[in-house]
């Protein structure tokens, strides 16, 4: 599967954005989808998932209650909505597929991965 993201962009902290993840090339239902970002000097850190039906999501910690994950089957694309956005949200931000349920929020579960968009949240 070829994952697309795009969305990214410079905002204010407290700002929003939203990021989507177009993907194409086999069945984007059979498949669980993460966002993921790796800020410069670091290494790269999980931020959602939603599982292949749509019906579990999972947030890393830092972000709960200010981004929400979601998927629209119907257009392959996988959105990752983000609120109240602080500069330490600063990173590029990747897509990446899976097929299965198990570990999701380890990166090396995760068998596709889309070519990164670049967020920066100024102070």
């Known amino acids: 599967v070829q994952l697309q993201a795009s969305g990214g962009g410079l905002v204010q902290a407290g700002g929003s954005l939203r990021l989507s993840c177009a993907a194409s090339?086999?069945?984007?239902?059979?498949?669980?989808m993460g966002w993921f970002r790796q800020a410069p000097g670091k290494e790269r850190e999980f931020v959602a998932a939603?599982?292949?039906?749509?019906?579990?999501?999972y947030y890393a910690d830092s972000v709960k209650g200010r981004f929400t994950i979601s998927r629209d089957d119907a257009k392959n694309t996988v959105y990752l909505q983000m609120n109240s956005l602080k500069p330490e949200d600063t990173a590029v931000y990747y897509c990446a597929a899976r097929v299965g349920s198990y570990r999701m929020t380890a990166r090396e579960m995760y068998d596709y991965w889309g070519q990164g968009t670049e967020v920066t949240v100024s102070s």
């Open positions: 090339g086999r069945t984007f239902s059979n498949y669980a």
């Open positions: 939603i599982s292949w039906s749509g019906g579990s999501t």
